[in-house]
């Protein structure tokens, strides 16, 4: 999958809606964690949402932290892009760029420890071995 950047469609309100989707920490997290709860649907505890792609008839269901994590891997894409580019471009006008997807072995593991979080400032992106590991040291 992968997801285009603000201005690209279908994508283009993909972050409005993780946004939407996202409340203030509720009581089960400590005030000034930073997390931004997930508050749409969810599967295992993690945020979930369904976003229509092209070639498919019907939606796919992903993960809304892994969804926010390659919108922000888009925009650092097209940032980049944007100061590369000569001309006019550094107003943030350049042609759309998009980053690679994460790759099959990719996991987006919560640094906070709360699934429902969608802040990108709470997890690194690790390999499946990497985050079972840390899942194995995590207190309960």
């Known amino acids: 999958m992968t997801t ?21 920490p509720p009581a089960d ?7 931004w709860p997930w508050t749409g649907s969810t599967y295992r505890g993690y ?9 498919r008839r019907s939606p796919a269901s992903r993960l809304a932290h ?17 100061d590369a580019a000569p001309g ?5 006008l350049g042609p759309p760029v998009t980053a690679p997807p994460l790759g099959p ?12 979080c969608i802040n990108p400032d709470h997890w690194n992106v ?5 985050n079972t590991s840390n899942m194995r040291r995590r207190p309960k």
């Not at 997290?29 to 997390?35: A, I, S």
């Not at 006019?88 to 943030?92: L, Y």
């Open 105 to 116: 072995d990719d996991t987006v593991d919560h640094d906070c420890y709360f699934r429902r």
């Open 29 to 35: 997290q400590p005030e000034g964690t930073g997390c």
């Open 66 to 82: 892994r969804g926010m994590e390659q919108l922000m891997r888009d925009a650092v894409a097209q940032a980049a892009a944007d």
């Open 4 to 24: 285009g950047c603000a201005v690209s469609k279908p994508y283009g309100n993909l972050f409005l809606r993780l946004l939407a989707n996202s409340s203030d």
């Open 47 to 55: 945020g979930q949402f369904s976003q229509r792609e092209p070639g």
């Open 126 to 130: 690790v390999t499946r071995a990497q």
């Open 88 to 92: 006019p471009w550094h107003a943030g």
